[in-house]
């Protein structure tokens, strides 16, 4: 558990957050300038708040008013920066035991081979950081921090120095450590692709401030929020379990509170909980059931709200079985439907607009 109450001033920025972590990974996520990294600092020692507050695990790191500040080196936190930050004279293994021989081994309590082996480092063993791609040297990094057996897991945009390949390379291993090791993860993006596979808190961050705190699903799901969360990333997160596969059709069947969706294929084992991703621009609405149309998802729907948008669009909210969908559909379209909350109509969904891409593993 991490809370946090920080003021700092640096120069004519101030950040002044207020927020509690719990297990999980929890994301700050917002524009460069906002604030997450500077969070990131002053938790993990690298800089002072000028007030406040920083327990983690129950133990106080920073109270200014009780004159606590511990030193860096004492708060036994793991921290991932954009650079992997390896010793390069040192091999991927001395790296890796520079990590755990900081911890007294009385407080180990993550085990050298499970790191290894969950990030699938193994091979690279005897390697010189010199002889790593950029993801190697992320995986190592994120090893060496877990190898001191931190209270907490912060890093600070782990993946923004990494391009489109290597980021996906690196997502599968990040997304398991909470779960698997067991500890709680802070972790600072401005990519909503990295929060939708990762979050399960998301921390809207705006000028140096917390300004909306909850489970994932529940702010991407918020119209007044769209400025914050991005418009184009616009759509609803929902959770979902693979029910099955059609390997000869080339699709997956997920179940979720609202009924079924058809989705393109995956390598998922029945059964596994994910989390998907349903932008907004996919979403079509009709008044009447359609009959012998290529779209394999056509869900039952009640109208939540109309709201007008920008670019001549409306953002309508759609209450699925309780499960909430959004979709943006063109002033014209709405001129025509004349779609009011309460109103049922039906949810329209290509199943090839769901894509491996939009689903993140979110099994326990």
């Keep these: 558990m991490l809370e946090l109450s920080l003021k700092r001033r640096q120069g004519q920025f101030l950040v002044d957050t207020q927020l509690m972590a719990g297990p999980?990974?929890?994301?700050?996520?917002?524009?460069s300038g906002s604030g997450k990294s500077s969070v990131i600092a002053m938790v993990a020692g690298l800089s002072r708040p000028d007030s406040g507050r920083i327990v983690v695990d129950g133990r106080v790191l920073f109270d200014s008013e009780a004159g606590i500040d511990v030193a860096p080196e004492g708060r036994r936190l793991g921290v991932v920066f954009q650079e992997a930050r390896l010793f390069p004279h040192l091999s991927v293994a001395a790296n890796l035991?520079?990590?755990?021989n900081r911890t007294p081994a009385a407080q180990r309590t993550i085990d050298r081979d499970a790191v290894i082996e969950v990030l699938g480092i193994g091979h690279l063993l005897d390697r010189r950081p010199a002889n790593l791609s950029g993801g190697e040297k992320q995986r190592v990094a994120i090893g060496r921090a877990l190898l001191t057996s931190p209270r907490i897991l912060l890093m600070d945009e782990p993946l923004a120095a990494l391009d489109t390949n290597r980021k996906a390379e690196l997502l599968p291993f990040i997304a398991t450590l909470s779960r698997r090791f067991n500890i709680p993860v802070l972790y600072v993006s401005h990519a909503m692709d990295e929060v939708?596979?990762?979050?399960d808190t998301l921390v809207l961050m705006q000028q140096g401030r917390a300004v909306a705190v909850g489970p994932v699903e529940d702010l991407l799901a918020r119209p007044d929020l769209r400025a914050l969360t991005g418009?184009?990333?616009?759509?609803?997160?929902?959770?979902?379990?693979?029910?099955?596969?059609?390997?000869?059709?080339?699709?997956?069947?997920?179940?979720?509170?609202?009924?079924?969706?058809?989705?393109?294929?995956?390598?998922?084992?029945?059964?596994?909980?994910?989390r998907v991703r349903i932008h907004a621009r996919d979403i079509s609405i009709a008044l009447t059931a359609p009959q012998r149309i290529s779209v394999r998802n056509v869900l039952p729907v009640v109208v939540r709200s109309v709201e007008a948008a920008d670019n001549h669009s409306c953002d309508v909210m759609l209450d699925?079985?309780?499960?909430?969908?959004?979709?943006?559909?063109?002033?014209?379209?709405?001129?025509?439907?004349?779609?009011?909350?309460?109103?049922?109509?039906?949810a329209l969904l290509k199943a090839v607009t769901v894509t491996r891409e939009d689903i993140s593993d979110h099994s326990n």
């Design 231 to 274: 418009r184009a990333d616009a759509g609803a997160a929902i959770r979902a379990v693979v029910a099955g596969h059609e390997p000869d059709y080339g699709i997956t069947r997920l179940s979720f509170g609202g009924g079924a969706l058809v989705a393109a294929g995956m390598d998922l084992a029945v059964g596994t909980e994910v």
């Design 320 to 346: 699925c079985g309780g499960v909430v969908l959004w979709a943006q559909i063109t002033a014209f379209a709405q001129l025509q439907l004349k779609l009011v909350p309460g109103m049922r109509a039906f």
């Design 196 to 199: 939708l596979r990762l979050a």
């Design 24 to 31: 999980g990974v929890t994301a700050l996520f917002g524009p």
């Design 97 to 100: 035991d520079f990590g755990r």
